[in-house]
Structure formats: C-alpha cells, structure tokens
C-alpha cells in the first residue's frame, strides 16, 4: 500500500511539471555605462521578455543629417596699423637713408660737412705768434672744395722755423703751423744737435701732404681726414747738412743714435700736437709721422 501511495504522488508531480512552461526569452544582460563604443541593446530583445513588435509598426529611423565640422578661418598677418598721411618729404622715417648709415659707413658727400669757421682775432694772434717765431709763411684765399673740405683762413708755411725750410711749401691753418713751429724749436733741432752733431743742423723738414680734401687714409668711406680741415701735416724725412736724410720709418728696435733721435721727436710731437702717428701705429703710417690739431673733449690726446 505504501509503495503504490508513493508511486502515485511521483506521477502527479511529472503531469504538473509537464504542464508547466518556461518563458520565451530568459532576462539579457544590461549593458555597462562605463564602457564606450558598446551598442544600445536591440529592439528585438527587452528586460521583460516579450516578443519584438512586428516589422511593420517598428519606427523606421530617420537619417542623421550629415554633419560637417566647421572649417578653421584663415588668418592672416597682422598688418601694420596705418596713421595719418606723413608730410612731403616724410614719408617714411624708418627707410634706410644716407643719414641713418653709421658714419664708418657713410661717404664723404653723404656727411654734409662744413667748414669750420675761424675768427679774425684768433687767426690775428696765431700769426703774431708764428711771426714771433720766424716762421716764414703767407695768407692766402679761403678753401672751400666742398662737402666739408677747406680751410676759412688758410696759411702757406715755406720755412718753419727761420733757415729750415719745408718743401714742398704747406698749406695749412695757422694752428697747425703753430704746433709744428714749436715742436720744431724746442724739440726737434735739439734733439739733432743731441744725437747726430757730425751732421750739422737740419737744413730741410720734407713732408708728405698737408692740405687734401679726403677721407681718413683715403678711405671711400668713414670720417673725413684732418688734411682735408687744414689741421694736419705728414712728416716724412728731415735733410741734414752733411750726411744723409733721416727718413721716417720704423726704429723700434733702431739701437743707433739715429733711432734715438727719431723716438725722441716723435714722443716728443705729443707736447704740440693732438694726434701723433708714427710707423709704429700701423701700416699706413709707416713711411711718415702724422701730426693734427683736432680739438677732443677734456682735452684728450690719441700719441701712438
């Protein structure tokens, strides 16, 4: 009896479970928020299992619109903010012109030079003072050559000082006339008379240029020259009466008297003179002494 009421509670539970239906569809999986480039889930599947809608009802979807990036503008260098109409003869100050060009640039046309001009009574007492001293010489006619090139109350100089002449004769200003004088008085005869007596006393001063309208060492360009101003002269030898010239050249290393006497008015020229050269400056200035009168401020001195 207890086996068949067994057997019969096993068979009705197979007719229930028979019976029984499962769902269609099982639950899906959600996607994850946090994952990008996932697709959204499909409209043929839900959470809650029902079947997709017929094809016929599904919305078709409408085309995106195409959607295009704005394009970047082009732009364009800043141009220049533009002002009123300059002047004539103003129309551009930031052009390169003759006077921005620094002056070791410049040409002697492109400095627009002057000549300096002299007073009366100044060349009045210069020439009193190269009288005093016998120095041969005479007035002669203002220079003007342009472009800044001239002398307002130029001198020629024959002898300087009395019995030693100058040749050729030298056109020059009256104070530099002067600065050669006294140089000649007080340092050059007695430094010859020191040094070289056995060739008696200089007869003769040759010197190379004095007056000439030109650049500093005859450049094309840069500063004008002190020869073209008249407030230079050039020595190149000096003529004794017996014996031979003393050319100018370089005695650095000269261990004879001649050397001597040659160092000695040359570092002497510095007492008269504002700007001496000698062969030891530098190859232009190998043959001759450069002597000028250039007026520097505080009253500096360049003696090489």
């Given at each position: 009896m207890r086996k068949l009421a067994i057997l019969a509670i096993l068979l009705a539970a197979t007719a229930v479970l028979a019976g029984a239906r499962l769902p269609v569809h099982g639950p899906l999986p959600q996607q994850r928020p946090d994952i990008e480039g996932t697709s959204a889930p499909t409209p043929d599947s839900n959470a809650e299992g029902t079947q997709p809608p017929p094809a016929a009802e599904m919305p078709t979807p409408e085309p995106k619109p195409d959607i295009q990036k704005p394009e970047t503008p082009k732009t364009e260098p800043a141009k220049p903010m533009q002002g009123p109409p300059l002047p004539p003869g103003k129309e551009n100050p930031q052009a390169p012109t003759e006077e921005n060009k620094p002056p070791a640039a410049q040409t002697l046309e492109e400095q627009h030079l002057t000549i300096e001009p002299e007073s009366d009574a100044e060349h009045t007492e210069c020439t009193a003072a190269l009288q005093a001293l016998g120095v041969v010489f005479k007035d002669a006619p203002r220079i003007d050559d342009g472009n800044g090139c001239g002398i307002d109350r130029p001198i020629i100089v024959s002898e300087v000082p009395p019995g030693i002449k100058l040749k050729p004769e030298a056109t020059i200003r009256c104070p530099a006339a002067l600065a050669l004088a006294r140089w000649m008085k007080d340092s050059v005869i007695p430094a010859a008379s020191a040094a070289l007596p056995e060739q008696g006393r200089i007869t003769t001063v040759n010197q190379a240029t004095s007056y000439m309208c030109r650049l500093r060492n005859g450049a094309g360009t840069g500063k004008i020259s002190e020869h073209a101003r008249g407030n230079?002269?050039?020595?190149?030898?000096?003529?004794?009466?017996?014996?031979?010239?003393?050319?100018?050249?370089?005695?650095?290393?000269?261990?004879?008297?001649?050397g001597a006497f040659q160092r000695t008015v040359s570092a002497a020229a510095c007492l008269y003179f504002t700007t001496v050269l000698d062969p030891e400056s530098d190859v232009a200035h190998e043959t001759h002494f450069h002597l000028d009168v250039i007026e520097r401020k505080g009253g500096y001195r360049y003696c090489h």
């Open positions: 230079a002269i050039d020595i190149a030898s000096f003529h004794f009466e017996k014996g031979e010239d003393v050319a100018v050249r370089s005695r650095r290393e000269d261990p004879t008297l001649t």
